[in-house]
């Protein structure tokens, strides 16, 4: 079940992601405060990418243990990272590990990406303790950022040159009534947003490169792309200094005991 094109491409971006900003990294650190797990929690970052979750869970004496489809990814994270209990290939749909295995599964930016979301929400109740926590993180809104809406404005004008299947590796997802269907409880969310410092325009067309987006502008012809990059280097041109405003979703769910 899992993705051919998500795995193809986060393998391909693996050895420079999140190393152009400290995007995921900044977010998983106040994913993982928001959660604010005790030493000896026993977790599972599913989706880990380069580890953003997993250092900061590492960080407060967790006992982590990080999966995600990206060959590329586990290689790095497990270099990166010694001190993980266990890093492996594994897709989210599909556990391998016993029931009851987890304290916490905490997934950064990755749920809306799966292609059966319900399925792999059963797979983590079963690997779940009873009164263990899910928690995932979604990209989400900023406030008082107007200089930055015409980024998202760019990618729905340049949706419609992209052929229908390709560009996108995300999926609508209605947070709430997904934990709920899967049948978790006492779910709650909250919003974080964060500042970053980007030196110059370079940068940041690369960081945009680095990760998920990087699906839709190898998917736009080469005249859009390049039309692209140039609307996002004028924008940038007026910013002075440039400052990238992100926000995000922070949901969590508990498995019923
Ligand atoms: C946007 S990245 C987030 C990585 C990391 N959690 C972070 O916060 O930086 C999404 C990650 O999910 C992984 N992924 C996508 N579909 C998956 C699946 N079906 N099973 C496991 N991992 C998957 C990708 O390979 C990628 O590393």
């Known amino acids: 079940m899992t993705s051919a094109r998500a795995t193809a491409l986060f393998d391909r971006v693996a050895s420079v992601y999140d190393e152009v900003l400290p995007f995921f990294a900044g977010f998983g650190q106040q994913h993982m405060d928001w959660l604010a797990p005790v030493r000896g929690t026993r977790v599972l970052d599913l989706g880990a990418g380069r580890g953003a979750l997993t250092a900061a869970a590492l960080a407060r004496g967790c006992r982590v243990t990080a999966?995600?489809?990206?060959?590329?990814?586990?290689e790095r994270l497990s270099a990166q990272y010694p001190a993980v209990h266990e890093?492996?290939?594994?897709?989210?749909h599909r556990l391998d590990f016993p029931d009851s295995?987890?304290?916490?599964?905490?997934?950064?930016?990755?749920?809306?990406?799966?292609?059966?979301?319900?399925?792999?929400?059963?797979?983590?109740?079963?690997?779940?303790?009873?009164?263990?926590?899910?928690?995932?993180?979604?990209?989400?809104p900023v406030q008082d950022a107007p200089e930055w809406e015409f980024y998202g404005?760019?990618?729905?004008?340049?949706?419609?040159?992209?052929?229908?299947?390709?560009?996108?590796?995300?999926?609508?997802?209605?947070?709430?009534?997904?934990?709920?269907?899967?049948g978790f409880t006492g779910i709650s969310s909250t919003a974080v947003e964060q500042r970053l410092p980007v030196p110059d325009a370079d940068t940041f067309w690369n960081w945009g490169l680095s990760h998920g987006s990087r699906a839709?502008?190898?998917?736009?012809?080469?005249?859009?792309?390049?039309?692209f990059e140039a609307r996002v280097r004028a924008e940038l041109s007026a910013m002075d200094p440039i400052v990238f405003a992100a926000g995000a979703g922070l949901w969590r769910g508990t498995s019923p005991a």
């Open 67 to 74: 999966v995600d489809c990206a060959p590329g990814m586990i």
């Open 101 to 140: 295995s987890f304290d916490l599964v905490c997934a950064g930016f990755v749920v809306h990406l799966l292609d059966h979301p319900a399925a792999a929400a059963q797979e983590i109740r079963r690997v779940l303790t009873p009164g263990g926590v899910f928690s995932f993180s979604v990209p989400g």
């Open 216 to 227: 839709f502008f190898d998917a736009l012809p080469a005249d859009a792309r390049a039309a």
């Open 153 to 182: 404005a760019l990618f729905r004008e340049f949706q419609p040159l992209i052929p229908v299947g390709e560009g996108r590796l995300s999926r609508p997802l209605d947070e709430g009534r997904f934990l709920a269907t899967a």
């Open 87 to 92: 890093a492996r290939v594994m897709d989210a």
